[in-house]
């Protein structure tokens, strides 16, 4: 039991840096400050999503399901929980790169907007 709980512990933690990396550029505009850990999670988000990487937080949950007695899935975090969410059926590698690009470029406009000092 404390296995399963903890996997699905580094499950949310794994969606929540999803969604950090994808909108936390709103943070930042509220608060600058947090672009000190938005940065670097972008980076990271970019980086993985562009060439197809895994996040280290997939094997170590399936690693958790595997002591906890559990099968562990295949493939990795996005297309095991977010494909069948949000993404279209056929991801294909090119999809994952523009995904990639359109994080990229969100990021750098809220970014570039703070660096002009438009922010509320």
């Not at 933690?13 to 943070?27: E, Q, Y």
């Not at 996040?55 to 906890?68: D, G, I, N, Q, S």
Request: net charge positive.
């Amino acid at each position: 039991m404390t296995y399963r709980i903890l996997a699905d512990a580094v499950l949310v933690l794994h969606l929540a840096f999803i969604v950090f990396a994808l909108l936390g550029g709103f943070l930042v505009l509220r608060w600058p400050r947090v672009a000190w850990a938005h940065l670097p999670a972008v980076a990271w988000g970019v980086t993985v999503a562009s060439i197809g990487g895994v996040c280290p937080l997939t094997p170590l949950e399936k690693h958790l399901r595997v002591l906890a007695g559990e099968v562990p899935y295949r493939g990795d975090f996005i297309s095991h929980y977010i494909t069948t969410l949000i993404y279209p059926a056929g991801l294909t590698r090119e999809m994952q790169a523009a995904l990639a690009a359109f994080l990229l470029v969100c990021n750098v406009a809220v970014y570039v907007r703070i660096w002009r000092g438009q922010t509320p």
